[in-house]
């Protein structure tokens, strides 16, 4: 069975900072997920990358498939990215669907 | 679209009291799933179904059931409700069950159970 250990469990920081969340797991995978879920509760999924870098504005997730590890990086930070950040991988390592997830970096963007 | 949907947003048992969990998704997704989660832990999986007619065990069954009464609806059923129950669930939908499809999730049912 996968094990995933995210770090740091929480993060304050300044506007404008930027921020890194990493993201260990155990066992050999395909793809991993990187996930917010919002102060009131929502979940909605950021990045799924099998490798590499993916961008999407001020968001950044690579993947390190060798060191199975995995970073979300956040430039200029901005307090409505204050949310928990969640990663997932599957629970039995490889493609499968059923997955294990992080117990989430909560980060706290102060103006 | 409406994505995923659940039903009710919030719900007060007493122990012992059974209910259902209703979940539906108008993506034309094939597989879905059910997950709980509860403070310091990250979202476990409950149930899930790869495809319509299937249904599976995650990683945290027990005191569950689950149908998949068609291909846009999976429900979550408590038989007998104890304060252990006591999470948020969420239901959640993608393509397939593989790693590669992201997954949708619906905005979650706070439930307690007293």
């Known amino acids: 069975k996968n094990e995933v250990e995210q770090s740091p469990q929480n993060l304050t920081a300044q506007e404008g900072e930027f921020i890194t969340i990493n993201c260990s797991y155990s066992v050999g995978i395909s793809a991993l997920h990187w996930l917010q879920q919002h102060p009131g509760g929502g979940i909605v999924s950021l990045f799924m990358?099998?490798?590499g870098k993916k961008k999407h504005g001020r968001l950044i997730a690579t993947i390190n498939i060798q060191e199975k590890h995995s970073s979300l990086h956040i430039t200029a930070s901005h307090p409505r990215d204050s949310a928990v950040y969640i990663c997932a991988v599957p629970h039995y390592g490889g493609s499968q669907g059923n997955l294990i997830f992080g117990k989430g970096t909560k980060l706290s963007v102060k103006p | 679209n409406a994505g995923v949907t659940q039903t009710p947003k919030f719900q007060v048992l007493k122990t012992g009291q059974s209910m259902t969990l209703q979940c539906a998704q108008d993506?034309?997704?094939?597989?879905m799933y059910w997950y709980r989660q509860d403070p310091g832990m990250g979202l476990r999986l409950i149930y899930y179904?790869?495809?319509?007619?299937?249904?599976d065990k995650g990683e945290v069954p027990n005191g569950y059931n689950v149908s998949r009464l068609n291909k846009r609806e999976f429900s979550l059923r408590l038989e007998s409700a104890a304060p252990s129950q006591t999470s948020v669930y969420f239901c959640?939908?993608?393509?397939?069950?593989?790693?590669?499809?992201?997954?949708?999730f619906g905005p979650g049912t706070r439930l307690t159970v007293t």
């Open positions: 179904s790869a495809s319509e007619g299937t249904t």
């Open positions: 990358l099998s490798s």
């Open positions: 959640a939908s993608s393509a397939t069950a593989t790693s590669g499809y992201e997954q949708y």
């Open positions: 993506m034309n997704h094939n597989s």
